[in-house]
């Protein structure tokens, strides 16, 4: 066995033994299976119905929880070992640090996402056991968009985790971060700059610049391609993009911005004191 594939087996290992996935894998599929127990499959609300309603609400959900939880929780990745010395310890074996780095990022998108996509399957299941359709296009995007959201916040946490030294720096500027891109752009910032005026280019290129609302409107064109549910900033998108066309940026946007922090990260890694 590999560098690689050892120290991504010990973190497997690891985290599986950490009480926190078990409640975090557990609340996801909970949550789902609560959605379902209200019955909101069953009926039909601004043209949603089936599936497409528990999915919907299920994805906001994420839209809100999914950043901090992966930022809080992946943000002490590297710093944490460096302070118990278990990344002195693992640098004992013939590992590079390319090995180490890219190891622990491939473990916590396979750790982070693995609950997520049982709770969409599960979902499918139930759906079909009920006697619904399953609208497998939209599962399978809907997965695509979770899994482009979780290698941004996990790309992001790696390179806040490469550039601090203790876990209450990166936890304080991970907060900082899910409250700048959640309540200020999402909420106050956008309501002085839309009080100040400031023409609607502008307010809508930095919508489409914050990965939070890329996600929610993604994840309205999944189940509504014509926005109407969004309101007059739908003219505005589908003008621009074009919901297949939104949808491709929204996916290069969050694998390409996620990519350039995970490479910047190992960058500023391999270059500072490593102990």
Do not use: H
């Amino acid at each position: 066995m590999n560098s690689f594939a050892t120290i991504l087996k010990l973190d497997f290992n690891a985290t599986f033994r950490s009480r926190w996935f078990w409640v975090y894998a557990v609340l996801v599929i909970a949550s789902m299976g609560g959605i379902f127990a209200t019955g909101i499959s069953d009926s039909r609300v601004a043209g949603f119905t089936g599936l497409t309603r528990p999915l919907l609400i299920f994805i906001q959900g994420c839209n809100l929880v999914l950043p901090i939880f992966v930022l809080v929780s992946t943000v002490r990745t590297l710093v944490k070992e460096k302070e118990s010395n278990i990344f002195e310890y693992e640098l004992s074996f013939p590992i590079s640090l390319g090995e180490y780095y890219f190891s622990k990022f491939l473990s916590r998108i396979v750790i982070l996402c693995s609950p997520l996509l049982t709770a969409m399957v599960l979902s499918a299941v139930f759906c079909s056991v009920l006697g619904g359709s399953i609208p497998i296009n939209i599962i399978l995007l809907y997965s695509g968009l979770l899994l482009a959201s979780t290698f941004f916040y996990v790309s992001l946490s790696f390179f806040i985790s490469s550039l601090v030294r203790t876990q209450e720096v990166g936890l304080g500027v991970s907060l900082f971060i899910w409250l700048l891109l959640v309540a200020l752009l999402d909420v106050a910032l956008l309501g002085l700059l839309i009080k100040a005026l400031v023409p609607e280019e502008t307010i809508y290129t930095l919508v489409l610049l914050n990965p939070v609302q890329l996600f929610k409107i993604a994840a309205i064109c999944l189940f509504d391609p014509v926005l109407s549910v969004i309101g007059p900033a739908s003219y505005f998108i589908l003008d621009l993009f074009g919901t297949s066309t939104f949808l491709s940026y929204t996916f290069l946007y969050l694998f390409g911005l996620g990519t350039v922090f995970l490479l910047v990260g190992f960058v500023f890694f391999s270059k500072r004191d490593l102990l």
